[in-house]
Every structure is written in structure tokens, then in C-alpha cells.
């Protein structure tokens, strides 16, 4: 079973960036999807990014769309996210997750319908206007 630990998490100012990393305990090939999603206060969580650890296609959430960036080191065992122009509405609890099968970023499940089954503790992010 692999295990997710998140970093990198912190304090910045609107328009600033931060990088994620997501190191996973076994091997990352052994999963076919990984994601990072989101949850702020109050608020549902939210898919930001899948990516397909095989051929590294990846999708994302209208809302990052051209400012996030996802990518996976299978030597590293470690998955990233790198968050360029970050606006306080991207505060909130970052995690990642794995699946045996493709993510869907929208509706947060495995392309079969069932909930995912690895998940990070999460790291949380603030962005200050």
C-alpha cells in the first residue's frame, strides 16, 4: 500500500508561487493516477489536477487552468505541483491522492465511480490578498 505524505505548504502573497511535492512511500508506477485536490473552509474539496503517471497526461480545474502545473517524478517517487500566481482563492488544505485507475478531477472519483483509495494528509496553503 503506498503512503502519501504532502509539503511545502505555506504563507504567500497574492500573484507569489509555492511548490508542492507529494513523496510516496512505494512505487508510483504502480498506480495508475495521482491528483491534487483542494478543500478551503467551509467550502466542498475540489479536484485541481490529475495526472496519469504512465504516459503523463494530465487535466485540470477551470480554475487553474494556465497558472498550476502538475508533474510526477517516478525516480523521486514523489509527485508535484507547482502554483505560479496564486490568488487568495486558492487558500485551503492541499492533498494528494492515488488510484489504481484514472481520476476524474471533477468529480473526484476513480473513472469507475468508487472513491479513491490513497490520500494524503494535506498541507495547507494561504494566500493573502
Known amino acids: 500500500q503506498v503512503q502519501l505524505v504532502e509539503s511545502g505548504g505555506g504563507s504567500v502573497e497574492a500573484g507569489g508561487s509555492l511548490r508542492l511535492s507529494c513523496a510516496a512511500s512505494?512505487?508510483?508506477?504502480?498506480?495508475?493516477?495521482m491528483a491534487w485536490f483542494r478543500q478551503a473552509p467551509g467550502k466542498e474539496r475540489e479536484g485541481v489536477a490529475v495526472i496519469l503517471t504512465g504516459s503523463r497526461g494530465t487535466r485540470y480545474a477551470d480554475s487553474v487552468k494556465g497558472r498550476f502545473s502538475i508533474s510526477v517524478d517516478n525516480a523521486k517517487n514523489t509527485l508535484y505541483l507547482q502554483m505560479n500566481s496564486l490568488k487568495p482563492e486558492d487558500t485551503g488544505m492541499y492533498y494528494c491522492?492515488?488510484?489504481?485507475?484514472?481520476?476524474?478531477?471533477?468529480?473526484?472519483?476513480?473513472?469507475?465511480?468508487?472513491?479513491?483509495?490513497?490520500w494524503g494528509q494535506g498541507t495547507q496553503v494561504t494566500v493573502s490578498a
Open positions: 512505494g512505487d508510483l508506477k504502480s498506480r495508475k493516477s
Open positions: 491522492a492515488a488510484d489504481d485507475f484514472p481520476i476524474n478531477v471533477r468529480t473526484g472519483t476513480n473513472i469507475a465511480g468508487n472513491a479513491l483509495d490513497t
